[in-house]
């Protein structure tokens, strides 16, 4: 029996599911056994965890603070190990700027971008250099948030004209964006769990739009708007190239425990891009690795039990 925090809630934009998240992960951990009580986090985080002395912590935090490294730093101040990954990698995977540019670097495909912060905009006239990228990218671009999830912010410009309006509503949500090449293709996402310290890929799942026409993605996460269909039909030899790459991008950022990474296959050439990774995906009744580790024979419960010994092990 471990005496577990569960750090849910807090003040990111993905509140509602992080709480959905935290209250499944609790009832999980109170089937296995352990001693638990919940944290939503806010300004007296450090003061409980100070007061209940947990012996770990599981953070069940989407978004802002919770998934960008924040928590995980004060956690580290104070001794206590936690679930899932650790300083570093939270802050470069919570990022896409940064996380694109390692997988650039590091050789794993991703879609053309180019990034900027607000005050290339406001400050050293960015808006002339549209054109040259919009003629690299070829429309229709996907401008998006460095930062945020649940496809917050993103839009699509389908030409020039949309450009303007798609950056000022990414900007809304973080002070760099993202312009990046559109891959039209399925939409997959490999997710990994560590047992025995090792990273294992699980059954990946592909969210099919039951309407083909979406102008922001937003909608897309609304319920009925998308199925999800795990394990993914995929041609020969896909899922095993998706998987070996979501395992190197899992290494390249330095995620530890568990980790989803989401993937373009594209229609025309069957190649993959890797879009982001997310450190913190959901784990409500209806997100994605929670499905894909049913897929595989590993009940929530377990799930939950897998993602506590590996940060046990890390502790
Ligand atoms: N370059 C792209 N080409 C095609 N579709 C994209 C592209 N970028 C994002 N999308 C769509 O938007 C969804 C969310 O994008 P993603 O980069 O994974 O951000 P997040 O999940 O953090 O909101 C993707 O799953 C995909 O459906
Ligand atoms: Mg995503």
Redesign the pocket.
């Known amino acids: 029996m471990t005496r577990v925090a569960v750090l849910k809630g807090g003040r990111s934009l993905e509140r509602q599911v992080s709480l959905k998240s935290g209250a499944r992960v609790e009832d999980a951990l109170e089937r296995l056994g352990h001693e638990l009580f919940a944290i939503d986090v806010g300004g007296d985080l450090v003061e409980r965890l100070q007061i209940e002395r947990p012996e770990l912590a599981f953070v069940a935090l989407h978004g802002r603070d919770g998934e960008d490294g924040t928590v995980q730093e004060l956690l580290d101040a104070m001794g206590i190990p936690y679930t899932g990954s650790g300083v570093s990698a939270c802050i470069r995977a919570a990022d896409?700027v940064l996380a694109k540019h390692a997988m650039r670097d590091g050789g794993i495909p991703t879609?053309d971008f180019f990034a900027f912060n607000e005050t290339a905009f406001k400050e050293l006239g960015a808006a002339r250099a549209l054109p040259a990228i919009e003629q690299r990218l070829r429309f229709p671009i996907?401008v998006?948030p460095a930062g945020?999830?649940?496809?917050?912010g993103?839009k699509f410009a389908r030409t020039a004209a949309d450009v303007p309006s798609a950056l000022v509503a990414a900007f809304s949500y973080d002070r760099k964006v993202l312009l990046?090449?559109?891959?039209p293709g399925r939409?997959l996402a490999v997710s990994i769990v560590e047992q025995a310290r090792l990273p294992m890929t699980l059954p990946i799942v592909e969210?099919v739009p039951n309407e083909e026409d979406f102008y922001d993605?937003e909608s897309?996460y609304e319920i009925g708007r998308t199925t999800f269909v795990c394990p993914a039909q995929l041609p020969e030899g896909v899922a095993e190239r998706a998987s070996a790459l979501a395992l190197e991008v899992f290494a390249l950022l330095g995620c530890s425990g568990f980790a989803r990474v989401?993937l373009?296959l594209d229609s025309e050439k069957g190649e993959l891009f890797v879009?982001?990774a997310?450190t913190i995906p959901g784990l409500t009744e209806t997100s994605l690795l929670p499905q894909a580790a049913d897929a595989a024979g590993i009940s929530f419960d377990e799930l939950v039990g897998l993602m506590l010994h590996a940060a046990a092990a890390q502790g």
Do not use: N, T
């Open positions: 896409k879609p996907v998006k945020q999830g649940s496809a917050l993103i990046e090449r559109h891959i939409d969210a993605f897309r989401d373009m879009l982001e997310d």
